[in-house]
């Protein structure tokens, strides 16, 4: 995940220093395991091993599965618009440096461009990944959503906490003067603006938009991808999703962001959320009763 | 609310739980059970299906804590990403006679992997009444952090308000305020 993770913590004077940092250090390592797991940049990640074996029932950790169970109700839900075999094309657009090491990924892996989310194969009785074609799976929509969900259940005892990966966040509890969270949503052309402001309390906000990462091979591609097309969506720059957990909210702003102007408000107005939704026009559009 | 995707998520997270990841890993980081434990009944109303299971083993290892409250804690050997915490204890408003920072001027940085920021924070009668950027040496333009010391005179506290979108001025510039203040605090 090529984010700065952050947490942030408001505790009662009975918590220990120690107590809290050991708690913040156990928050942490969430997002080292889903990475660990989930990064589709490095070839040794439980995913990336996992794609080799083709037509070989693979057992997988939960830090796999859950995600990747996730991806696919939600590829189902969207009949494919949202789809979690797109690794490839992203791949080959470019989308394939480590963040770290700066290296790019080329994976052994020749699917071809008609692969979708239906040669993926879970099977939730003995937890295995079963691949019924050679494909490589990008679960860049719903990882780093997880990964938040499970720093944010670390941090649940305290007043209130804030975790905080690149922008998409949990917010707990309240802050320190015990009021809801104040969080502002980026002003899609001016990083100094603030196009919004929202008060959140136990929800997580997380905002797909395509002014952060363009492809460098072409032009006017996005790291959101949408298969049925071939394409990237520009009805949207921005769309923040707000939910009760930071994965739904994830592939949620994915999602909505991939159907475009009618079909992605329907999409979070349907399932019951709230979305502020800015088109490649500026206008912005509240979804779901969000004030 | 569609209840079918809550449940995904809350099993999601339970499963990790169920299958004993974080017990078994990073017991050495538990320092206090019983006190976590009763914590936890208190305050837990977000998730109470997914409580995590807590080992009521006492270890006293101590990995990766540092005493201070430190604004910067590293944690790239586990976590592959530069991270920083950041802690605010609330103040007693019932003790004013205490001060809780020395007056004066402090010097706080805050890093990471994009550059850092550096901010002269003066304190007056437990006020702040003067921050100012006195370096910035981020990768990013001074633009984005132009209005947070304005912010931080207005609420008095490092809090300044999350960017969904772009976090990393904003959040070495907490860092920095923080370091200021916690200087300020045990001079």
Known sequence: MDTVVSIQVVCGESNSMEMVEAQINRAFEAFYHVEQACSRFSIDSELMRACRQIETPVPVSPFLFEP????????????????????KVMEEHGFNRHYLTGQSVQSTVTDSELVT???????????????????????????KGFAIDLAANELNQFEGFVVNAGGDLFAGGVNEQGYP?????????????????????NKAVCTSGSYERKSVDVT???HIYNPTTRQSPNDWISCTVIAPFAMMADAFSTASFML????????????????????????IVKVGGVL | ?????????????????????????????????????????????????????????????????????????????????????????SVEPTTPIIR?????????????????????????NDKITDVEISKFAMHYSKRDVVGLPEEVLQIQS??????????????????????????????
Not at chain 2, 106 to 124: C, D, P
Not at chain 2, 158 to 170: D, E, I, K, L, P
């Open chain 2, 100 to 124: 809780l920072y020395q007056d004066g001027t402090y010097t706080g940085l805050g890093k990471n992997r994009r550059g850092s920021i550096q901010v002269a924070v003066t304190f007056k």
């Open chain 1, 220 to 222: 006017g591609m996005h």
């Open chain 1, 117 to 143: 989310y239906r040669d993926i194969v879970l099977n939730q009785q003995d937890r295995t990944l079963y691949l019924k074609t050679p494909l490589v799976i990008d679960l860049g929509a719903v990882a």
């Open chain 1, 68 to 87: 990747l169970k996730f991806a696919l109700e939600m590829a189902q839900w969207t009949d494919g618009v949202f789809d979690p075999t797109v690794g």
């Open chain 2, 1 to 89: 609310m569609d209840k079918k995707w809550v449940i995904l998520c809350s099993t999601a997270v339970a499963a990790v739980y169920a299958a004993g990841y974080f017990t078994t890993e990073t017991q050495a980081s538990i320092v206090q059970p019983p006190l976590y434990i009763e914590e936890n009944h208190q305050s837990n109303d977000v998730q109470p299906n997914d409580m995590p299971t807590i080992s009521s083993q006492t270890n006293n290892s101590q990995t990766n804590n540092s005493q201070t409250n430190s604004s910067q804690t590293n944690n790239s050997q586990t976590n592959n990403s530069q991270t920083n915490s950041s802690q605010t204890n």
């Open chain 1, 181 to 201: 969270w104040e969080i502002g949503i980026q002003h899609p052309e001016s990083k100094e603006h603030i196009i919004h402001t929202l008060d959140v309390s």
């Open chain 2, 158 to 187: 490092a809090q300044v308000r999350n960017v969904s979108g772009a976090t990393y001025s904003t959040r070495a510039f907490k860092d920095a305020i923080n370091d200021a203040m916690s200087q300020a605090q045990n001079a």
């Open chain 1, 260 to 283: 475009g102007l009618e079909k992605g408000s329907r999409l979070i107005e349907q399932v019951g959320l709230e979305g502020i939704l800015i088109s490649s026009k500026l206008q």
